[in-house]
């Protein structure tokens, strides 16, 4: 299979392919902009909060159709460099204004479709430059108004363009997915990119972190409370005049502790039973990383986590400060 690119064409795509991403990353930004500003202007503080984490939200997506479209253009250009480019002769040049000057289609409606009639004469060329007779050629436009049957069936090409179409060389086709059919779905494996799911939304990811650290939380307090059972963490009462000293592994004052414990009341409100049951070692290694690629994603670095689980090494107290 192969494509035919006129050159005018190309030509037409890198003449709005710059507008064309302006529309789709700028228009609806400006409204998304301007709505926040308003929100924050006229509603009360909650209400305007909820409206700004959906407003990130749509900005979030705004943001990937573009990236999409930017994947998209590079997809056609390499397809525009994998197949020669026809330069448009001298002699469809003529046959184009022949045609407009007797308004047979494109030019039917009395609209300037030189441009769409320089593409039909390509198409023409390149059928009449091909000596293999099995070859066969298909015309694929969703330009109706120009190149369809008017007030008929769509599907079918106007009656001044018969020449172009050949019976058993050439066709009309109106969207790609139709000729796709005729040779067998399984080309779309070949043609079409890789689809993935809807990638998470920004407050998915940081609703899932908020999720993770908590749990972690969790184990953390309950590491902390079975290695004061065992006397390895040492509570001290507090001691005004050294508030603002650093405490020591191993060390835990009373208010640090009283804190602690009612941080673990919520926690074991908020988390379910299997998010509550024992780790092991390999577990916790994967709850951090998981956070770590989370945090990642929204700009960390791989090494800048805001939490990660603590060794009990790390809290107990030495023998000395013991």
Known sequence: MDLIVPRIVVEEFDRNKVKTLKVISGGMANQVSEAGRLARKFMQSNQSTELSRHLEDLAEQMNRESEAAEREIREVERLFEEFPNMPTSDAARLRVSRRAEAKLAPFHRGTNSTADALILEAFREAIAADPDLENTYIFITSNHTDFSQVNGDRRVSHPDLAEYFPENRASFALDIMSVIGLF?????????????????????????IDKLEDISRYHDIKDREKLIEAGRIVIVEDDPGRRREATPPGIIRRSSLERQRRQLENLEAKLDEDEKRELDERER???SGRMAALEWLLGGEWDGASYSPMGAADLTADRDTA
């Open 184 to 208: 067998g779905m399984d080309l779309i494996d070949r043609f079409m990119p890789d689809e993935f799911d809807e990638p998470r939304k920004k407050t998915e990811i940081m609703e899932m």
């Open 285 to 287: 290694g994967e709850l």
